[in-house]
């Protein structure tokens, strides 16, 4: 099978690899399409995570959707040819965390496209069963990848703890930023403000249901937010670009007794944040870590409003030209939403 390695920042090889039969327990699936992601693009350009540096050579992705091929021994209930979105996480099941329901910080954790872990960068990958979610035959599986990170996004919202009518500014409109404040406007938020540099990016917000879209080069983003609410700030900010300056906006931009949700990754493991107006507002701050049993819900919305989601998937490439489509994401360039690797 083909895979895709990255062997240096900004530097791809393709090799051939052998494909191997599924264990027990196991799913084959041939790996039909899989979203390019924020965190994809921080190993490819920054050579770590946060503080996990890359360790070369590996392979990323894992927003997937794909194709049974063949099951192992003892699977049932899955035939060739049933399509699946792809949880790209394997859990222990047994530490803490996972048995008090909590296996999205699993104490033993295996996220497939970390180090020593492939993602999905490639043709075939063996899966547990359990990792695949069933997916409607007439369900695009473009459309399909956006399972994950939509899943991220309604992760998120129980922090947010959105009532109706509540305020909320999202700073980075990115594909996480689109599918929160979409998520936002199924919670029933009042206003939305979406703050990015890009110009399509604003547009897209827009698309997904928010209200105002603002341009940090262009307007004091925080100034403007403040003065829209009457100097009361937003019931809830969230960073979905997760840059010093995006995160401290968020404080900035938020009420006293308010919220802030940071569900962007940040490139560095040490940012500077101003705790002077967290502590004056006494703000709640909320972390994000990938979902926790909403894959389910993410993928009954992705069906229920397929027209609203659709324009987010506005590129694809093949495998062998998945340089080109990390140049184009890291630029932002050709109008890119969400890059999908077919």
Not at 69 to 87: F, I
Not at 248 to 265: D, S
Not at 293 to 310: I, M, P, V, Y
């Amino acid at each position: 099978m083909l895979i895709a390695e990255l062997i240096a920042p900004r530097k791809f090889r393709l090799v051939e690899g052998p494909i191997e039969d599924p264990g027990p327990g196991e799913v084959q699936v041939r790996v039909d399409a899989t979203g390019l992601c924020g965190s994809d693009l921080h190993s490819y350009s920054e050579g770590s995570v946060g503080d996990t540096p890359c360790q070369y050579p590996m392979v990323l992705g894992h927003e997937p959707a794909g194709s049974v091929v063949k099951t192992g021994a003892g699977v049932t209930g899955w035939s060739p040819g049933d399509h699946a979105a792809l949880e790209p996480a394997i859990y222990c099941y047994h530490c803490e965390f996972c048995r008090s329901g909590r296996h999205n910080i699993c104490a033993n954790i295996r996220f497939l496209s970390t180090v020593g872990h492939p993602g999905f960068f490639r043709e075939f990958v063996n899966l547990p069963v359990a990792s695949l979610l069933a997916i409607p035959k007439n369900m695009s599986l473009e459309l399909a990848t956006l399972v994950e990170p939509l899943a991220v996004a309604l992760h998120s919202m129980p922090f947010a703890a959105i009532q109706p009518g509540d305020t909320v500014a999202v700073f980075g409109a990115g594909p996480i930023g689109l599918l929160t404040i979409a998520c936002l406007k199924v919670a029933g938020a009042g206003r939305i403000w979406a703050v990015d540099p890009v110009g399509h990016r604003r547009d897209m917000a827009l698309h997904m249901g928010a209200d105002v879209a603002l341009d940090p080069d262009q307007i004091d983003a925080v100034r403007q937010i403040q003065a829209d609410t009457g100097n009361r700030g937003v019931d809830c900010a969230i960073d979905c670009a997760a840059k010093q300056h995006t995160t401290n906006w968020a404080i900035q931009a938020a009420r006293n007794g308010g919220r802030m949700v940071l569900t962007g990754i940040h490139s560095d493991a040490f940012v500077p944040f101003e705790v002077s107006p967290m502590r004056r507002k006494e703000l709640a701050i909320f972390n994000v870590r990938r979902s926790l049993h909403e894959s389910e819900a993410a993928l009954e919305l992705l069906l229920e409003r397929t027209e609203w989601f659709a324009p987010l998937v506005t590129h694809t490439r093949p495998l062998a030209q998945i340089a080109e489509a990390f140049g184009i994401v890291e630029q932002y360039s050709d109008g890119v939403g969400k890059m999908v690797i077919v």
